[in-house]
């Protein structure tokens, strides 16, 4: 690696300004990168503040579905990541070309898919959904439509019990939320049985099951700012314990649980990002988010219709 400055925090917000660079960030990453954020939130303000801004180039420091929507939403900008190889299990395990197979199957269903997929799936869907809309978008969909839903199958199966709707599932899961241990969270709530246990829905029925709240990222972090209650177990990635401890230091957060131990919690492609790549990306404005302009706009349409019911 090239030689860094001393200063990176103020050599990041430097070349910000001179680049005109606006830097997203999930909360799912470090501490360090959140604070520097122009924008942080999940997956959908991300899409929200990308559609909005009006910046020379984008830094996106979460994965690489996420900055591919930013640059959908924004072919003429420049849009740049920490690491190209920063993906996901939900996208790297349902293939455009199997997912258009699956669709093939059943012509006349509504297909429904989770921002968490590349834009080959996405451009072969008719809405696209994030975990804090994704019920507004199911219940968009006339009763007498079938619907596919891909390739999250437990936040589908989630939405399933939410709206009484049948669907069929990709059984696509997430490496992070799949972790989670039935066995040690109920340990762990007998000793501490005055915390709230919080999840997110990509985590699996069992979990989802002992929960007393269940939400998006920000729907999570609100709900613990807003609630009463003074410790949490919280079951999703461990980034979003920072904002949660930021805006309420008298409260107590406790990660959930994995099945073995280790740092599985922690999401091993959103944490390939660090704040040295985030300064590298911004001086050298690579790597950068390139696309065919046909897939971009066939995967434009559905991402626009989520963002215009949201
Ligand atoms: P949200 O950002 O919608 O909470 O989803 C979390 C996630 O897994 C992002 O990859
Ligand atoms: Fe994908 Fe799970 Fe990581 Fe989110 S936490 S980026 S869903 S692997």
Partial sequence: MSQLPADLDQAIVDLKKERNAVLLAHYYQDGDIQDLADHLGDSLQLAQAAKKTDADVILFAGVHF???TAKILNPDRIVVVPDMAAGCSLADGCPGDRFRAWRAKYPDAVSISYINCNAEVKAASDYICTSSNAEKIVR??????????????NLGRWLMQKTGRKMRLWQGSCVVHETFSE????????RYPKAKVIAHPECEAPILALADFIGSTTALLKYTISDEGQQYIVLTEDGILHQMKKASPAKDFISGPPQASCACNECPFMRLNTLEKVYLALRDLEPRIEMDPQLREAARIPIERMLALS
């Fill in 140 to 153: 968009a969909v006339p009763e007498d439509k079938e619907i596919l839903f891909a390739p999250d199958k």
């Fill in 183 to 190: 066995k040690k969270l109920i340990q762990l709530k007998e």
């Fill in 66 to 68: 996420m900055a591919e």
